[in-house]
């Protein structure tokens, strides 16, 4: 008994210094471990379990909507047809080849996650985001939370351009303009892997937060890319190590933990001094 005691009292005190530790969690597409990604019920329960910002990238509807998906693509692993059936299709739907009256209609919260089997199911919508964006907001203000911080992902490419999204310029000044209207510019992150979107919106926007993500190269090869420095660096976990954070303190760049689920690795950036990551789940859910 004192030995299992022993063993409850170290565990209680590991999950004590990483609260402590923890400053800013980033909610994966709305926790997507837990709900169906990047709906609008997804995001009101990270809100409940306690992420401090919402995560989700963008896409865009023949109608120029600006809708909260991971691809600019319907996820057919995800999604069900309005009448509830499988979609068979051995090419990509573009979400940029439908207006969004059309996009509304498919189920991608019915389904679930293969990856994720204790994910909640239920009927959602792809949602747009100024929809989002106001639900959103009502809910925080409903239950007295913190008004939460978006970060939003600009999954832009070359070969997608006018292809299936807006090219860089025009995406950047559609997304903008929800952000600016919806009055929420100065909690905003803006981050992509697309260097491209970045340099837009810090020429247009400067006052609002940027972050580069990465899953290979240096920090400084990675800077190299653009001509100036963005608020957040964001690579995977397997690129951070003491040196690396060592390099954006002196720098002034905040340092996120690009998005995991394993809990080793989230505690080795931590015992780093890394106090901002991304995951599909709240740290105490993850699974082992």
């Known amino acids: 008994m004192k030995i299992v005691a022993m ?14 530790t923890i400053t800013v969690v980033y909610a994966h597409r709305g926790f997507r471990g837990l709900s169906p990604e990047n709906t609008i019920p997804a995001m009101k329960h990270a ?25 600019p693509w319907v996820d057919t692993s995800i999604t069900l047809t309005a009448e509830g059936a499988r979609i068979v299709s051995e090419k990509r739907i573009p979400l940029y080849k439908m207006n969004y009256s059309e996009i509304m209609k498919y189920d991608v919260g019915s389904l679930g996650h293969k990856g994720f089997p204790n994910q909640a199911r239920y009927k959602a919508q792809i949602p747009r985001l100024v929809d989002l964006i106001d639900s959103v907001e009502r809910y925080a203000a409903k239950k007295g939370l ?15 351009d006018n292809k299936a999204q807006p090219a860089p310029e025009e995406f950047v000044q559609l997304l903008m303009a929800i952000l600016v209207e919806k009055g929420v510019q100065q909690r905003v992150i803006i981050q992509s892997f697309d260097e491209r979107t970045l340099e837009i919106v810090n020429r247009d926007y400067p006052e609002v937060l940027t972050m580069i993500n990465t899953n290979k190269g240096t920090l400084e090869e990675n800077m190299a890319r653009m001509t100036f420095q963005p608020d957040y660096y964001a690579p995977i ?21 690009g998005n995991t689920n394993d809990k080793k690795e989230i505690d080795r950036v931590f015992s780093l001094g890394v106090t901002e990551y991304c995951t599909d789940f709240p740290y105490l859910q993850l699974p082992e």
């Not at 063993?7 to 402590?20: K, N």
């Not at 913190?146 to 997608?160: A, D, F, Q």
Request: with cysteine; charged share 25%; aromatic share 4%.
């Open 7 to 20: 063993a409850c009292l170290g565990l209680l005190m590991t999950w004590s210094a990483v609260a402590q």
């Open 47 to 71: 809100l409940d379990m306690g992420a401090d910002v919402l995560e989700m990238a963008i896409a865009f509807s023949a109608d120029k909507q600006a809708v909260v998906s991971h691809d």
């Open 146 to 160: 913190k008004k939460p911080m978006y970060s939003i992902e600009t999954k832009t490419g070359k070969k997608r």
């Open 237 to 257: 976990p397997s690129l951070i190590d003491a040196a690396l954070v060592a390099k954006c303190k002196a720098l002034g760049i905040k340092l996120l933990c």
